[in-house]
């Protein structure tokens, strides 16, 4: 599957964004998607992930109740919604595909394809 971000830019601290991310290639309805982050000097961390037919999720306990994953399948594409932002939100935000959900920690390995990247800038 090929991955696709958009939506990234730079905002003020408290401001919100939608990622998106378009798949292309096998059905999309059969991945479980995820979307991770690498700040500059740190390593790539997990943010959320959505089962393949979008009725579980889990977040980063870092961005439980600022953050929202969801999918459309019918247009192969699925989102993250981040609110009230703040500077150690910057980063570049990648999104991933997997074969199997599960609710507990997500590794790197663990994902097969990912997209180059969408940069989010958040300016205090």
């Known amino acids: 599957v090929q991955l696709a971000e958009s939506g990234g830019g730079s905002v003020q601290a408290g401001d919100s964004l939608r990622l998106s991310c378009a798949a292309s290639g096998r059905p999309f309805s059969d991945y479980v998607m995820a979307w991770w982050r690498q700040a500059p000097g740190k390593e790539r961390e997990f943010v959320a992930a959505?089962?393949?037919?979008?009725?579980?999720?889990t977040y980063a306990d870092s961005m439980k109740g600022r953050v929202t994953i969801s999918r459309d399948n019918a247009r192969s594409t699925f989102y993250l919604q981040m609110n009230n932002l703040n500077a150690e939100d910057t980063a570049l935000y990648h999104c991933a595909s997997t074969w199997a959900y599960h609710g507990g920690k997500y590794s790197e390995r663990e994902f097969f394809s990912w997209g180059q990247g969408t940069q989010v800038t958040v300016s205090s």
């Open positions: 959505i089962s393949e037919n979008g009725g579980n999720s």
